[in-house]
């Protein structure tokens, strides 16, 4: 069985439905799970490197879990990527800590799918904005397994469709699930 560590990241996590959910289908359902609330852990941003090195170190599976904002991940988990993914450690000279693990986007988006499109309102198609990732992945020698994600998750504003939202959250989180036990066979 592989060990799985989520890195996790919500600036408004009280008041998230989504990732809410998420989160605790993961925690719940599968206790060999290892999930890292960077929020929680690191109100002040001072991310000990050490720590979360040896987190991912001893995982077959890291997981980002996060809502996308403004076409990027919350700011503590680019400056976790910062700090933690440093040369020597994850590329660079002896940087081969990372090689051979799998790495999963998972997040979740507030638009609707028809919005991210050349002639949308975002003008991109999401895996335009994901190549950041993919670049990290191959750079530290990762496999950049297919991102796991969802349209439609904004529960903010009049006509909020909250439990809408809660049954695509749980569908996702059981997407995730299944994109790790397909790594594990």
Known sequence: MKKVTIIFAH??????VANKEI???????????EVRN???????????IKK????????????????LIWYNVPAIIKQWMD???????????GGDKLKGKHFILSFTIGGKEESYNPLGYN?????????MFEQTAYLSGMHY??????YGMRTIGSGADVEGVKRKAFRQAKMLVEAIDRIEK
């Not at 960077?38 to 000990?48: A, H, Q, R, V």
């Not at 700090?83 to 660079?92: K, Q, R, V």
């Not at 003008?123 to 190549?131: D, P, T």
């Not at 397994?145 to 969802?150: C, F, R, S, V």
């Open 145 to 150: 397994e297919n991102p796991i994600y969802e």
């Open 11 to 16: 600036p408004y996590f009280e008041q998230s």
């Open 83 to 93: 700090m933690t993914l440093e040369h020597g450690f994850a590329f660079g000279t």
């Open 52 to 67: 979360e090195q040896e987190a991912i170190t001893q995982s077959d599976v890291i997981v980002m879990q996060f809502p």
């Open 38 to 48: 960077l929020s929680e852990m690191y109100p002040d941003f001072k991310i000990d």
């Open 123 to 131: 003008h991109f198609r999401i895996e335009e904005f994901l190549k």
């Open 23 to 33: 989160i605790s289908y993961l925690k719940d359902e599968n206790k060999r799970y």
